[in-house]
């Protein structure tokens, strides 16, 4: 009966109303200003259902930002120049009922009646400071990367060994490109 | 260079400590992966790493019982001692592990299963629902009051002007107990604002939601939770436009939450998620525990699986080595040894077997040196035997040859030694000697006398041989007899020996006793001749003169037989020198060369011949002697001839030299042949009959022999063998000093 058990554990997509999800870097630019250079991005977060179901049962979510600066050589791997991590968890509140963004970096926070425009606010990304212009030499050519991702070490221990096998809860977009200008 | 024993230990530390530490990395392991379905965040970072460390774990554990099963076929497969213990232990010992952990498997499914359901209870599931329930109405009043003052406030704000509007926002915020109170124009622009907060310049902009709310012409109402169990509520109206066109507005409030009833609030949210995310993680952890309990019980099989092949190896090896041991010392080596394994019975098994090997090596080594000894001494026998001038032969009960010696060969004339295994029936064919001998000895088995002893007499070409024999039963098995050995002495010679002794105290006698009343005979027969016979008186003159002439005659002729006698029994001292025998034999005969007979003498001599140690005057006198028999046995033969030959005999070994005398006469009587050699044996008219009497003796006492037979062609002949060397002086001395003996004792 436990083996059975463990099985139908195991086995991923196996119920009928298992929605995969998504998450995708839309667009990202960066602008300089100041002497930094300032990021733009459109992030599309579509939760899978057990993710979806996990933050509805009260568990928090970490969302990841991950961006990354690289240099590029001729005829030579790049170089990572710099890289970036900002976090954002998502957490329901059942009380209120309403979803709660708190900005990991910041600890800034902002509540929302639907997942809808907490994911919404999640996506739009603007303004913010990637690199000092100064760091980057001028003469070289510099790219900028970006994804996001669902954290898999914040959720808890439970679900971190199913989540290691699950695919709803491998939740991660590809790098997104983009050319950092000197302007 | 380290001793072999010392690497292997080495080797062994380090392969135990190489698996103890593995084996403790792995149960950390599995303590961090249980630990983990504790919810530890600290944990599951490592989590990974775990489950490889976990992989490895098993992995290395199917490669390590794949090893073992592999080498457990192949040993069985060719039979390998002890390969079918080894199979049986380990599939004894993997049921015995395999089926209680098993059901404490299963047991502790069920149990975790059923735990982990019985936390969650409707009636407590309900009771915080409806707790949260009772605190959200609690709330919605509020939130309600408080929408419901915001909207009092539509009125008066519309009635103010735009400069009033600030100081009179501050006025509206205190009576209705707000925090914050704003007027937005579009687009958010900030028109007018009252806070508690005296140094928050900027107030809280509405979010996009209430924006889009109030756009569709409701008012916005919504409770913020601000963590530390702290809330707001934010309401919003819009503000009924003065004129038609004018800027939209809106009215935006923020209210605190009574502190004991946002804490009681936030304390049930707490329970309540708390239950919920429980609830929701219910299936997780269960799968979770069952995962690392199905991992444990991987490792627990896994670990008895390879324990039972170890355990299996540590059990058979010392029996296997028994196994080895004793085929070996089946095929007869008694050298092996076995390692002790422990001081338990197997370790006093192969103590056992240890002992029993070495006391094996060493009765087998006595066996093999008693072995040893018989064989030297049979090969002692042998050489006795073969040295021995006695015949010796033992026959099987059915006659047929076990062993015989050399001298029997040379008595019988057959050479029986390789003849081993035949019949003697068989073998003494043809053979008058053996067969005289075998009829005697049958004529004994066959009236039962297994036991006699009898001098018997063989006649053969050569001449009678005189055998003193005796036979006796060999034990054998049971009432059977084991076969007879026949004893015999060729006693020929020593007959000869004493019959010579005989002779010549005869002669010795005779010579002194008879020669000493001869010479008074002798004077007396002659006085008497001389005063009767010249004078002629009396008329018996005549008869005296007869008579002592006849004595007178037959006292010389007394004389002369006693002077042979005496020549017989004398020996003067012998005298060795080199010799040749050729030229010795050609000087004799030369004197016979010039006889008034017509005789032809012949010389046939062996150039390589060596020169002989012999006494030349006795050797002279023996080819006188003989020529001078052949010689009287040729009176009346018509073309007389003597044949005188030399021969160098058997050069290889002790060398001999042999001389043949042949005559062409009527050679020896049938009956006297066997006596040539004795006194007085003679078949001539003529003669002492002590000429090859003293033949005989000479050349005995030069260590020869002397034989006598009828030649095939007729005629006599006399062949003498004498050594080259050494044994005539040692013969001579002998008979020398017992001359002696004699001489003393008369």
């Given at each position: 009966?436990?083996?059975?058990?463990?099985l139908?554990?195991?086995?991923?997509?196996?119920?009928?109303?298992?929605?995969?999800?998504?998450?995708?870097?839309?667009?990202?630019?960066?602008?300089?200003?100041?002497?930094?250079?300032?990021?733009?991005?459109?992030?599309e977060?579509?939760?899978?259902?057990?993710?979806?179901?996990?933050?509805?049962?009260?568990?928090p979510?970490?969302?990841?930002?991950?961006?990354?600066?690289?240099r590029?050589r001729?005829f030579?791997?790049?170089?990572?120049?710099?890289t970036l991590?900002?976090?954002?968890?998502?957490?329901?509140?059942?009380?209120?009922?309403?979803?709660?963004?708190?900005?990991l970096?910041?600890?800034?926070?902002?509540?929302?009646?639907?997942?809808?425009s907490?994911?919404?606010f999640?996506?739009?990304?603007?303004?913010?400071?990637?690199?000092?212009?100064?760091?980057?030499?001028?003469?070289n050519?510099?790219?900028?990367?970006?994804?996001?991702?669902?954290?898999?070490?914040?959720?808890?221990?439970?679900?971190?060994?199913?989540?290691?096998?699950?695919?709803?809860?491998?939740?991660e977009?590809e790098?997104?490109r983009?050319?950092?200008?000197?302007? | 260079?380290?001793?072999?024993?010392?690497?292997?230990?080495v080797?062994?530390?380090?392969?135990?400590?190489?698996?103890?530490a593995g084996?403790?990395?792995?149960?950390?392991?599995?303590?961090?992966?249980?630990?983990?379905?504790?919810?530890?965040?600290?944990?599951?970072?490592?989590?990974s790493?775990?489950?490889?460390?976990?992989?490895?774990?098993?992995?290395v554990?199917?490669?390590?019982?794949?090893?073992?099963?592999?080498r457990?076929?192949?040993?069985?497969?060719?039979?390998?001692?002890?390969?079918?213990?080894?199979?049986?232990?380990?599939?004894?010992?993997?049921?015995?592990?395999?089926?209680?952990?098993?059901?404490v498997?299963?047991?502790?499914?069920?149990?975790?299963?059923?735990?982990?359901?019985?936390?969650?209870?409707?009636?407590?599931?309900?009771?915080?629902s409806?707790?949260?329930?009772?605190?959200?109405?609690?709330?919605?009043?509020q939130?309600?009051?408080?929408?419901?003052?915001?909207?009092?406030?539509?009125?008066?704000?519309?009635r103010l002007?735009?400069?009033?509007?600030?100081?009179?926002?501050?006025?509206?915020?205190?009576?209705?107990?707000?925090?914050?109170?704003s007027?937005?124009?579009?687009n958010s622009?900030?028109?007018?604002?009252?806070?508690?907060?005296?140094?928050?310049?900027?107030?809280?902009?509405?979010?996009?939601?209430?924006?889009?709310q109030?756009r569709?012409?409701?008012?916005?109402v919504?409770?913020?939770?601000?963590?530390r169990?702290?809330?707001?509520?934010r309401?919003?109206?819009?503000?009924?436009?003065?004129?038609?066109?004018?800027?939209?507005r809106?009215?935006?409030?923020?209210?605190?939450?009574?502190?004991?009833?946002?804490?009681?609030?936030?304390?049930v949210?707490?329970?309540y998620n708390?239950?919920?995310?429980?609830?929701?993680?219910r299936n997780?952890?269960k799968?979770s525990?069952?995962?690392?309990?199905?991992?444990v019980l991987?490792l627990?099989?896994?670990?008895?699986?390879?324990?039972?092949?170890?355990?299996?190896?540590r059990?058979v090896?010392?029996i296997?080595?028994?196994?080895?041991?004793?085929?070996?010392?089946?095929?007869?080596?008694?050298?092996?040894r076995?390692?002790m394994?422990?001081?338990?019975?197997?370790?006093?098994l192969?103590?056992?077997?240890?002992?029993?090997?070495?006391?094996?090596?060493?009765a087998?080594?006595?066996?093999?040196?008693s072995?040893?000894?018989?064989e030297?001494?049979?090969?002692?026998?042998?050489?006795i035997?073969?040295?021995?001038?006695?015949g010796?032969?033992?026959?099987?009960s059915?006659?047929?040859?076990?062993?015989?010696?050399?001298?029997?060969?040379?008595?019988?004339?057959?050479d029986?030694t390789?003849?081993?295994?035949?019949?003697?029936?068989?073998?003494?064919?043809?053979?008058?000697?053996?067969?005289?001998?075998?009829?005697?000895?049958?004529?004994?088995?066959?009236?039962?006398?297994?036991?006699?002893?009898?001098?018997?007499?063989?006649?053969?070409?050569?001449?009678?041989?005189?055998?003193m024999?005796?036979?006796?039963?060999?034990p054998?098995?049971?009432?059977?007899?084991?076969?007879?050995?026949v004893?015999?002495?060729?006693i020929t010679?020593?007959?000869?020996?004493?019959?010579?002794?005989?002779?010549?105290?005869?002669?010795?006698?005779l010579?002194?006793e008879?020669?000493?009343p001869?010479?008074?005979?002798?004077?007396?027969?002659?006085?008497?001749?001389r005063?009767?016979?010249?004078?002629?008186?009396?008329?018996?003159?005549?008869?005296?003169?007869?008579?002592?002439?006849?004595?007178?005659?037959?006292?010389?002729a007394?004389?002369?037989?006693?002077?042979?006698?005496s020549?017989?029994?004398?020996a003067?001292d012998i005298?060795?020198?080199?010799v040749?025998?050729?030229?010795?034999?050609?000087?004799?005969a030369?004197?016979?060369?010039?006889?008034?007979?017509?005789?032809?003498?012949?010389?046939s001599?062996?150039s390589?011949?060596?020169?002989?140690?012999?006494?030349?005057g006795?050797?002279?006198?023996?080819?006188?002697?003989?020529i001078r028999?052949?010689?009287?046995?040729?009176?009346?033969v018509s073309?007389p001839?003597?044949?005188?030959a030399?021969?160098?005999?058997?050069?290889?070994e002790d060398?001999?030299?042999?001389i043949?005398v042949a005559?062409?006469?009527?050679?020896?009587?049938?009956?006297i042949?066997?006596?040539a050699?004795?006194p007085?044996?003679?078949?001539?008219?003529?003669?002492?009959?002590?000429g090859l009497?003293?033949?005989k003796?000479?050349?005995?006492?030069?260590?020869?022999?002397?034989?006598?037979?009828?030649?095939?062609?007729?005629?006599?002949?006399?062949?003498?063998?004498?050594?080259?060397e050494?044994r005539?002086?040692?013969?001579a001395?002998?008979?020398?000093s017992?001359?002696?003996?004699?001489?003393e004792?008369?």
């Open positions: 009966m436990g083996l059975t058990t463990l139908l554990a195991l086995s991923t997509g196996a119920l009928a109303q298992d929605r995969p999800g998504r998450f995708e870097v839309r667009s990202a630019s960066s602008t300089l200003r100041d002497g930094v250079h300032f990021l733009e991005a459109r992030v977060y579509r939760l899978s259902s057990e993710a979806r179901q996990a933050l509805d049962a009260g568990v979510l970490t969302i990841e930002l991950e961006m990354m600066v690289i590029h001729r030579w791997p790049d170089v990572e120049v710099a991590r900002q976090g954002y968890r998502l957490e329901y509140h059942a009380l209120s009922q309403r979803y709660i963004v708190i900005n970096n910041s600890g800034e926070q902002s509540t929302f009646a639907t997942l809808f907490a994911l919404n999640l996506g739009r990304i603007s303004d913010l400071p990637v690199i000092d212009a100064a760091l980057l030499e001028p003469g050519r510099y790219d900028g990367r970006i994804r996001a991702l669902l954290s898999k070490e914040d959720i808890p221990g439970p679900l971190q060994l199913i989540a290691f096998w699950r695919k709803g809860w491998t939740l977009s790098w997104f983009w050319r950092i200008v000197d302007k | 260079m380290v001793p072999m024993a010392d690497r292997r230990q080797k062994r530390l380090i392969y135990t400590a190489v698996m103890l084996a403790v990395l792995w149960l950390a392991a599995l303590l961090l992966l249980s630990q983990t379905a504790q919810n530890s965040a600290d944990f599951a970072r490592l989590q790493a775990i489950l490889a460390v976990n992989a490895a774990g098993v992995f554990l199917l490669l390590l019982i794949g090893g073992n099963l592999v457990l076929i192949r040993d069985y497969r060719r039979q390998v001692p002890g390969s079918r213990l080894k199979a049986r232990m380990v599939t004894m010992l993997v049921a015995l592990s395999v089926l209680p952990l098993v059901l498997y299963l047991f502790a499914v069920q149990f975790i299963n059923r735990g982990i359901d019985s936390w969650f209870n409707v009636d407590v599931e309900q009771g915080l409806n707790a949260l329930s009772l605190s959200q109405t609690a709330l919605a009043i939130m309600r009051e408080h929408l419901e003052r915001t909207q009092a406030m539509n009125e008066q704000v519309n002007r735009a400069v009033d509007l600030i100081p009179a926002l501050g006025e509206l915020r205190r009576e209705s107990g707000a925090r914050e109170l007027v937005f124009g579009a622009q900030i028109l007018a604002t009252s806070s508690e907060n005296p140094t928050a310049a900027v107030p809280d902009y509405p979010s996009e939601e209430l924006i889009f109030l569709q012409g409701r008012p916005f919504a409770l913020e939770p601000l963590g169990a702290q809330f707001q509520i309401t919003a109206i819009n503000l009924a436009s003065r004129s038609p066109g004018a800027e939209p809106v009215l935006q409030g923020i209210f605190g939450v009574d502190q004991q009833l946002s804490g009681l609030a936030e304390r949210q707490a329970s708390q239950y919920a995310e429980l609830a929701f993680l997780a952890l799968t525990f069952t995962l690392t309990l199905s991992l991987l627990a099989l896994l670990l008895a699986v390879y324990g039972a092949f170890f355990t299996a190896r059990l090896s010392p296997q080595q028994l196994v080895a041991g004793t085929r070996a010392v089946a095929k007869g080596d008694f050298d092996t076995l390692p394994p422990a001081r338990d019975e197997i370790g006093f192969v103590n056992s077997f240890n002992d029993m090997t070495k006391r094996l090596a060493k087998h080594q006595e066996a093999r040196r072995q040893a000894q018989v030297s001494e049979r090969a002692n026998l042998a050489v035997l073969a040295r021995l001038s006695t010796v032969v033992a026959l099987e059915d006659l047929s040859i076990r062993t015989a010696n050399q001298a029997a060969g040379a008595i019988l004339g057959v029986l390789n003849q081993v295994g035949e019949s003697l029936v068989a073998v003494a064919r043809d053979k008058p000697l053996l067969e005289q001998f075998l009829a005697i000895s049958q004529g004994h088995l066959e009236r039962g006398e297994s036991e006699w002893r009898e001098q018997i007499v063989l006649r053969g070409e050569v001449g009678r041989r005189v055998l024999c005796a036979c006796t039963v060999l054998g098995e049971g009432d059977e007899t084991g076969g007879y050995v004893v015999f002495d060729d010679a020593l007959l000869q020996a004493q019959r010579d002794a005989a002779w010549g105290e005869v002669a010795r006698r010579a002194h008879i020669k000493n001869l010479t008074p005979i002798q004077l007396s027969a002659e006085r008497l001749r005063k009767f016979v010249p004078s002629g008186e009396h008329a018996d003159d005549a008869l005296v003169d007869r008579a002592t002439h006849t004595i007178i005659q037959q006292v010389e007394m004389k002369d037989m006693v002077n042979a006698f020549e017989y029994a004398r003067p005298q060795i020198s080199s040749d025998l050729n030229q010795l034999i050609s000087e004799v030369e004197l016979y060369r010039h006889q008034q007979r017509p005789l032809s003498l012949n010389l001599l062996d390589a011949l060596p020169v002989v140690q012999v006494d030349v006795r050797m002279r006198q023996v080819l006188h002697n003989l028999n052949a010689l009287e046995a040729l009176e009346g073309e001839r003597i044949d005188i030399t021969r160098y005999a058997s050069p290889n060398g001999l030299a042999e043949r005559d062409n006469g009527p050679g020896f009587q049938a009956e042949v066997e006596q050699f004795d007085y044996v003679t078949s001539k008219a003529k003669g002492t009959g002590l009497a003293i033949v003796k000479l050349v005995e006492e030069h260590g020869g022999t002397i034989q006598a037979r009828n030649a095939e062609r007729g005629g006599a002949e006399i062949s003498i063998l004498l050594p080259v050494g005539a002086s040692a013969t001395t002998i008979i020398q017992a001359r002696e003996n004699r001489r004792r008369a």
